[in-house]
Every structure is written in structure tokens, then in C-alpha cells.
């Protein structure tokens, strides 16, 4: 159903005899990431909360815990996990919510483009305006906790293949429940199963890493999903969207 | 359910591009109809849409005038009966951009400047030639407020650069709910200039409106939806 072409695109005969060409799969996702940097840079201000909260949490730990650098050091890679997935737990819900509201969606239906490629450019967009600087202060966060400096890399990647994931998974939720009032709550309850599993390949390579064991069966586990998923979810987002549309 | 078309007769008169086989309609409609929840909401519709014709649908609040344009733009799925746009059935996936709708909700970020909104739809759509962002709206009458977010400007203003959207994408077939709203005297004799444009360039439109219009061409035909 996917087709990615090269950006010259096909052209469409007009009733005057001129001939349209219309963009290219690859022009019309610069385009839709173009929009959406230039409203994250506008609301720059809602995209610091997920990075401050996740500051805030990582910097209370120590005082919670006491300060017993072993004991941070051992719990420091999960923890980290897992305030990333709950820092970007909120935006997922607003992903498509403003462009159903506002009639962008219907746009996008219209457009001569798959619906299914607009809506991978839009989690594209949105991993790297939310969730990408969160993984940009991990080395710092780490070092609040105490990090072991050869965990720290395999934490980052682990970062990199669960995220784009869970980013994914929720898209699809979020497309599902776009057009429900208050759907916050529905979307992080529908996520938690979807994201047990990520979390818990994650944490098997931070584990594996601390203790000086081979780790890359799991993060081999979620470069599959992920590729699975980048194929999957776009398809399953543009039903939903599709639906919530219709509606 | 009945369903009138009145024929005019300068209804091809201004069908452009004679070189084309003369054979399809640009919009054909067969049978058409749509319920929801078994409830019927409108048709079994017939009409077609030659290049250069405008067809006035026109109903009561609620008659389904609305839902007979976003099924025909695709949005809804229709319950019985075909759609054809120049021959080709019509499926979701192969309209290709030949409609472009202008609803009660502007499709653009309020956030957005209307610059950034056309240049991002134009990005999904491409442009007819010979039109940019700037001539779109300056055409419409509001190039001074290309670069304001569109949440300071009036609803006849974002209404204006809803009519920019039109200008700016090739499509082929404008489907237009209630254009006329929102509008000043000067903004209703736009819409019907540029209306009268894009039928004369080889386009069609569909407008639906409740009545309590002047419309410009008083040979276009009529749908009459009633409930």
C-alpha cells in the first residue's frame, strides 16, 4: 500500500492541458516535518515540561534513596528507562487531536498522498521534537545516578530501538481514541500492556550490560519489533485516523 | 427522498479544451445514497459534473448536504451507489487530489501563519502552475496577513485563506460547504468570481448552501436535498 517513490512524483493531467505535478512521497513528508518543527519551535515552551519532569525525577531519586552510590548505580539504568516512558507517556495523547479538531485531518485524506506515509512522517516528527531531547540529556541524568560509564551506551541504544517503538505503539492508540473527550487515561492504560514488553527487552540489555554479559539479543528483539512496527503501525494509524474522521 | 436536477442550458457552454474527449464527465454520481444507522440521510442521488459546470446543491438545515460532499470527497464511505470522477470509479485511494473540499473547519494550525499552512499543504498537494502563496492571497484580498498566525485573524479572513487554498492546489473538482458564510458583500462576489475562474479554466464546483444566496450564475444547476 506503501510506496515510497523518488520525490519527482507522478503528474496528473489538468483540464486547461497543463500538467500537475503532484509531490513525491518524500516531498510531501519534508513538507508535513517542516509543519510540525515549526509548531514544536512555537510551543517550545510545553516541549521543555517532559524534559524537566524527567530532570526532576532523576535529581529526587538520590535524596529518596540515600546516597549510596552502589545502590544508585545498580537501579540507575532502569530507572532512567523508565522516566523516558513516562515523560513521553503525556504528548502521545495530543499526536493527532489538534489536526482532527481543526480539519487538518481531512486534508490529509484528501491529499494524493497515503495516508499511511503521512501519519509515519507525523510519529517521525514527533519522536524527534518530544522524545529525541530526552534521550539527548540521558548522559547528564545519568551522572545524577550514579551511571556506570560502559552501561551508559547500551542504555542510549536501548533508548533509540524502544522509544521509536513505544512512539509507534501509541500513535496508533492515540489515532484510535483522537476523537474521545479526556482520552488520557484511556491511552495510557491501552499503552501499559503494549509497552511491558518493550520496557522489559530494554531493561534485559541494560542488565545484561551492568553485569558484563552479552547484550545484544534483546536490543536485536527490539530492532525487530521496531521494523515490524514501522511497517505495521503507519497502516493501522491511517484506519484509525480513517475512522476518527468519519465520525 | 427525491432528488431534482434541473438542466440549464449554457450548462457546457463554458467547457474548455475541446482537444479531450468530450466522452466522461468530470463527476458522475449513480444511485448515490448514505444512512446512518440504517437511517437514510440522503439520495438515491443521480447528477453529474461537466468541466466548466457548477451545480448548486441546495437543502434544509440537517437535509444532508454536508455529508453528500465528504462522501464524495471520500471521507465517508457512501451506503449504495457509484461515484465517478472522469470515468474512473472511485475507490479511496485514487482520487489523486481531484477534489478539494472547503468545510466548516479550516484545515489549517490556528498556530500557523497562512504562508506556513498553504506552503504545507501545497507540500501534500503541489500547486497549479502559475500560482504561488503570495498571488493566491493576494488574490483573495489578504496578502497583508500572510505571515500572521491565523488565530488573530477574523473568521471572514480565515475564510479568505481557506478560498487562497483552493487557488493555490490543482484541483479539479471544488466541493464547497457554505462558502458564502462568514463572508462580507465584496467576499460573496469573490467566491462567485472565482468560481466563475475555475469553471472557465476547465474546473467544476459543487456549493451547497441553505437557500439565503445570491448565487452568480443563475443557469447553474440544482440538487435539492430534502429530509
Known amino acids: 500500500m506503501v510506496t515510497i517513490e ?10 486547461n492541458g497543463a500538467r500537475i505535478v503532484v509531490p513525491g512521497a518524500l516531498a510531501a513528508c519534508r513538507a508535513l516535518l517542516g509543519r510540525d518543527f515549526v509548531l514544536a519551535w512555537r510551543r517550545r515552551g510545553e516541549l521543555f515540561l517532559p524534559l524537566l519532569y524527567a530532570v526532576i525525577v532523576a535529581a529526587l531519586f538520590p535524596f529518596a534513596l540515600g546516597p549510596d552510590p552502589r545502590l544508585l548505580q545498580r537501579i540507575a539504568g532502569g530507572v532512567l528507562l523508565v522516566i523516558v516512558v513516562l515523560a513521553m507517556l503525556p504528548a502521545l495523547e495530543s499526536m493527532f487531536r489538534a489536526d482532527l479538531e481543526d480539519g487538518t485531518l481531512e486534508q490529509w485524506l484528501l491529499a494524493p498522498q497515503p495516508l499511511a506515509l503521512l501519519a509515519l512522517a507525523r510519529v517521525m516528527a514527533h519522536w524527534l521534537t518530544t522524545v529525541l531531547p530526552l534521550i539527548v540529556v ?52 491501552m499503552l501499559l500492556p503494549l509497552a511491558v514488553p518493550v520496557v522489559i527487552f530494554a531493561a534485559g540489555a541494560i542488565a545484561a550490560a551492568q553485569s558484563g554479559l552479552p547484550y545484544l539479543a534483546p536490543l536485536a528483539w527490539l530492532a525487530a519489533a521496531l521494523v515490524l512496527a514501522i511497517v505495521l503501525a503507519p497502516l493501522a494509524c491511517a484506519a484509525a485516523l480513517r475512522i476518527a474522521v468519519e465520525s | 427522498m427525491d432528488s431534482q436536477v434541473r438542466y440549464s442550458e449554457n450548462a457546457s457552454l463554458h467547457a474548455m479544451n475541446p482537444s479531450s474527449t468530450p466522452a466522461a464527465p468530470l463527476l458522475s454520481v449513480h444511485r448515490l445514497a448514505f444512512s446512518r444507522n440504517d437511517e437514510p440521510v440522503f439520495g438515491p442521488l443521480d447528477f453529474s459534473l461537466d468541466r466548466g459546470e457548477t451545480l448548486l ?17 471520500g471521507m465517508l464511505p457512501a451506503s449504495d451507489g457509484e461515484i465517478r470522477f472522469a470515468g474512473a470509479t472511485a475507490t479511496r485511494d485514487n482520487r489523486n487530489g481531484r477534489a478539494l473540499l472547503l468545510g466548516h473547519r479550516p484545515g489549517m494550525n490556528e498556530s500557523l501563519s497562512a504562508r506556513e499552512n498553504l506552503v504545507f499543504l501545497a ?23 500572510l505571515d500572521e498566525p491565523l488565530n488573530t485573524l477574523s473568521a471572514g479572513q480565515k475564510k479568505r485563506v481557506g478560498l487562497a487554498r483552493l487557488l493555490l492546489l490543482p484541483g479539479e473538482v471544488w466541493l464547497l460547504d457554505e462558502p458564502y458564510a462568514n463572508l462580507d458583500r465584496h467576499g460573496i462576489e469573490l467566491v462567485n468570481a472565482l468560481i466563475a475562474e475555475h469553471c472557465a479554466c476547465g474546473g467544476a464546483a459543487l456549493v451547497t448552501s441553505h437557500g439565503a444566496v445570491r448565487f452568480a450564475d443563475p443557469g447553474a444547476r440544482h440538487v435539492h436535498l430534502t429530509t
Open chain 2, 123 to 145: 507540500g501534500l498537494y503541489g500547486t497549479r502552475s502559475g500560482t504561488t502563496v503570495a498571488s493566491a492571497m493576494q488574490r483573495v484580498g489578504i496578502a497583508a496577513w
Open chain 1, 6 to 15: 523518488p520525490t519527482t512524483g507522478n503528474s496528473v493531467a489538468m483540464p
Open chain 1, 138 to 189: 540521558m548522559p547528564l541524568l545519568g551522572a545524577l545516578l550514579n551511571l556506570p560509564a560502559i552501561v551508559l551506551p547500551v542504555l542510549l541504544l536501548a533508548l533509540l530501538l524502544a522509544t521509536p517503538l513505544l512512539v509507534l505503539l501509541g500513535a496508533v492508540l492515540s489515532a484510535l481514541t483522537a476523537g474521545a473527550r479526556r482520552s488520557g487515561i484511556l491511552l495510557a492504560l
Open chain 2, 57 to 73: 446543491v441546495e437543502g434544509d438545515n440537517g437535509s444532508g448536504k454536508t455529508t453528500l460532499l465528504r462522501v464524495l470527497a
